[in-house]
């Protein structure tokens, strides 16, 4: 495990979508990596702040228009 992995998944962590044994090693580097330790800080209050921002609701209309351009 090392810090290069970790800013890799560490967004997978925080949203809970790390395997277990995965975040396993993760938790463990945390513990040990102050500048690790200080991303997962900064991750968690993104995704906090996230989830602040009003979500819109959108239109069947346009939905369906973006999947046949796509």
């Known amino acids: ?7 890799e998944n560490i967004t997978l962590y925080v949203y ?4 277990d044994d995965a975040r396993h090693e993760l938790e463990q580097h945390i513990h040990r990596c102050p500048g690790c330790t200080a991303e997962l800080q900064s991750m968690r209050e993104i995704k906090e702040n996230a989830s602040l921002v009003p979500q ?15």
Request: proline fraction near 4%.
């Open 56 to 70: 819109l609701e959108v239109t069947p209309n346009l939905l369906a228009s973006v999947r046949m351009d796509l």
């Open 1 to 7: 495990m090392n810090c290069d992995w970790v800013r």
């Open 16 to 19: 809970d979508e790390l395997a």
